[in-house]
T-cell receptor, first 115, second 110 residues
Framework: DTGVSQDPRHKITKRGQNVTFRCDPI?????LYWYRQTLGQGPEFLTY????????KSRLLSDRFSAERPKGSFSTLEIQRTEQGDSAMYLC?????????????FGSGTRLTVV | DQQVKQNSPSLSVQEGRISILNCDYT??????FLWYKKYPAEGPTFLIS?????DKNEDGRFTVFLNKSAKHLSLHIVPSQPGDSAVYFC?????????FGAGTRLFVKA
């Protein structure tokens, strides 16, 4: 297993376009998280899946954002009608069904630039 | 609403000396506190954690101290090595959500 994979690594898009990112977690991890990180800030929680169920969603996740995890494996994060304020690093992480003190495994992220 | 705060944006330390990174939090209900390390162009990597019912956890060169009355935790790295140069994030678990501080950039000079 090569860890958490995110695709693409970089995405440049024009304002108003839709983008979709993919995350492949570690196979035995049933928990999957999406975070967003902007310059000079720590990762901000966006949403959490346990298997295929989306159990928690941040108020940061406006109506333009949607995340799915069909069949409890890979996940996608879609942003519709992108805005310049959406420019950020989008991080995916996964964790096994153990103590929360064991931490997450993060992917390398997808850097989105909206021009 | 910054529930986890890292007030020092950067810290510079000589190789072999101790690095102390600090973090304050506001929510008494957090279950675990964690430290992550981040190198450029990579995602954060989990380093060490501490349960809210403990006051110290040690793993090799890394020790985390928790002072619940002050709502403060710190990460000690002894001895510091040039490879420790990275951004360190303090984080806290509340439910299934982890809340991160803004990070402290550590420079370890050879």
């Amino acid at each position: 297993d090569t860890g958490v994979s995110q695709d693409p690594r970089h995405k440049i898009t024009k304002r108003g376009q839709n983008v979709t990112f993919r995350c492949d977690p570690i196979s035995e991890h049933n928990r999957l998280y999406w975070y967003r990180q902007t310059l000079g800030q720590g990762p901000e929680f966006l949403t959490y899946f346990q298997n295929e169920a989306q159990l928690e969603k941040s108020r940061l996740l406006s109506d333009r954002f949607s995340a799915e995890r069909p069949k409890g494996s890979f996940s996608t994060l879609e942003i519709q009608r992108t805005e310049q304020g959406d420019s950020a690093m989008y991080l995916c992480a996964s964790s096994p069904p153990t103590e929360l003190g064991d931490g997450y495994t993060f992917g390398s992220g997808t850097r989105l630039t909206v021009v | 609403d910054q529930q986890v705060k890292q007030n020092s944006p950067s810290l510079s330390v000589q190789e072999g000396r101790i690095s102390i990174l600090n973090c304050d939090y506001t929510n008494s209900m957090f279950d675990y506190f964690l430290w992550y390390k981040k190198y450029p162009a990579e995602g954060p990597t989990f380093l060490i954690s501490i349960s809210s019912i403990k006051d110290k956890n040690e793993d090799g060169r890394f020790t985390v101290f928790l002072n619940k009355s002050a709502k403060h935790l710190s990460l000690h790295i002894v001895p510091s090595q040039p490879g420790d140069s990275a951004v360190y994030f303090c984080a806290a678990n509340g439910g299934f959500k982890t809340i991160f501080g803004a990070g402290t950039r550590l420079f370890v000079k050879a």
